[in-house]
């Protein structure tokens, strides 16, 4: 089963993110997890799992995901199981309640995300993820690499099921 795992970065914890779930589904060599600007159309000639993150920026992915994903025909990504995932400060650590009100409304950027996916043809076979950094900056919350990692390991087991049954 070929998986990629895409990721954009601003402060270094979205990396560490993609990263955990890379590992946690096998080698460098077997999963490759590249940031955004460097995946080419070879890339995704394929794949089958694929996994895409961001920071949530201004309640959005930033510009190069969001670029990257709507650059993909509308079809690219039929047959592909994907995921999308995020880094966010949580809601609860919002002190100020009309700023904690506004992000709510505007949620994150993992659905935005998910969306996109959805929108070239890829399935979405588990809920996304969205990972916690504990100031605009970070660092990540103690534990988010070890939720990412069984999260993507949740999934993978999930696809491999479904493969199976249907072959």
């Known amino acids: 089963m070929k998986v990629l795992v895409i990721y954009d970065s601003v402060f270094g ?6 990263r ?7 080698t460098p060599e077997e999963v490759p997890v590249l940031q955004v600007g460097s995946v080419t159309p070879a890339h995704l000639s394929g794949v089958e ?13 930033t510009p190069a995901i969001t670029d990257f994903l709507a650059a993909l025909p509308a079809d690219a990504l039929n047959g592909v199981r994907a ?9 609860e650590s919002i002190k100020n ?22 929108a ?13 950094v504990l100031e605009s900056e970070g660092p990540l919350q103690e534990g988010e690499l070890e939720r990412a ?4 390991k949740t999934g993978r087991a999930r696809w491999t099921c479904a493969r199976k049954w249907r072959d």
Do not use: C, H, M
């Open 13 to 18: 914890n979205t990396e560490q993110v993609a």
């Open 149 to 152: 990692a069984a999260w993507a």
């Open 120 to 132: 070239r043809g890829a399935s979405l076979p588990i809920p996304s993820g969205g990972f916690i």
């Open 83 to 91: 995921a999308a995932f995020d880094t966010r400060i949580p809601l």
């Open 20 to 26: 955990a779930i890379g590992s946690a589904l096998g």
């Open 49 to 61: 799992v694929l996994f895409v993150g961001s920071p949530t920026r201004g309640f959005k992915p």
């Open 97 to 118: 309640r009309f700023f904690r009100w506004i992000v709510k409304q505007g949620g994150y950027a993992d659905k935005l995300i998910a969306k996109a996916l959805a």
